[in-house]
T-cell receptor, first 112, second 119 residues
Framework: EDKVVQSPLSLVVHEGDTVTLNCSYE??????LLWYKQEKKAPTFLFML????IEKKSGRLSSILDKKELFSILNITATQTGDSAIYLC????????????FGPGTRLSVLP | DGGITQSPKYLFRKEGQNVTLSCEQN?????MYWYRQDPGQGLRLIYY???????QKGDIAEGYSVSREKKESFPLTVTSAQKNPTAFYLC??????????????????FGEGSRLTVL
């Protein structure tokens, strides 16, 4: 059965700290790994990763994928209170058509 | 503008009633999905559809039903058989499998969600 695991499940930091969120997966027919940020309602897209070792960056956020060890990390530097959210990791698998498997999410709280 | 529209945003239901959540997209996406999210948890797949007139059960399909009569629309019915229907429901779409390249097809696009409360 396809599975995505995230750690930690919950994290509390202070503004300015750097955080690393983890996502590991076991899926057959891997196609891509995606990171989303969910604040109140709809998740918003952050990154899509398909190749190992290539870092993707967007401002203070960055992410990298290791397809050999089957994991990805999401880094947030100089955190701000606006970074408080649930961060979801999803893996796109090609099983009888396109399918996305989500992890449980990491709830990040950034305190002022 | 292109996007996904879910309605209603909030819905209250009495036990024993069926309710239907609407999901419409104008992105010309082939694939559509319904997820359920409980407080503090990730997304669990209820049903998905890769093409019109075809859909597949996800991990938690019991007590739910869907239809895909049009490419743009993928309504979800929460039936009285669903034992614990109070949750946040998210609809999503993606380009799908037709004519895609060998790499990932891109991200899921989400609607704003529908919060169902059973009284």
């Amino acid at each position: 059965e396809d599975k995505v695991v995230q750690s930690p499940l919950s994290l509390v930091v202070h503004e300015g700290d750097t955080v690393t969120l983890n996502c590991s997966y076991e899926v057959t027919n891997f196609r891509s790994l995606l990171w989303y940020k969910q604040e109140k309602k709809a998740p918003t897209f952050l990154f899509m990763l398909t190749s190992s070792g290539i870092e993707k960056k967007s401002g203070r956020l960055s992410s990298i994928l290791d397809k050999k060890e089957l994991f990805s990390i999401l880094n947030i530097t100089a955190t701000q209170t606006g970074d408080s959210a649930i961060y979801l990791c999803a893996v796109e698998a090609d099983n009888y058509g396109q399918n996305f498997v989500f992890g449980p999410g990491t709830r990040l709280s950034v305190l002022p | 503008d292109g996007g996904i529209t879910q309605s209603p945003k909030y819905l209250f239901r009495k036990e024993g009633q069926n309710v239907t959540l609407s999901c419409e997209q104008n992105l010309n996406h082939d694939a559509m999905y319904w997820y359920r999210q409980d407080p503090g948890q990730g997304l669990r797949l209820i049903y998905y559809s890769q093409i019109v007139n075809d859909f597949q059960k996800g991990d938690i399909a019991e007590g739910y039903s869907v239809s895909r009569e049009k490419k743009e629309s993928f309504p979800l019915t929460v039936t009285s058989a669903q034992k614990n229907p109070t949750a946040f429901y998210l609809c999503a779409s993606s380009p799908g499998t037709s004519g895609r390249a060998s790499r990932g097809t891109g991200e899921l696009f989400f609607g704003e969600g529908s919060r169902l409360t059973v009284l």
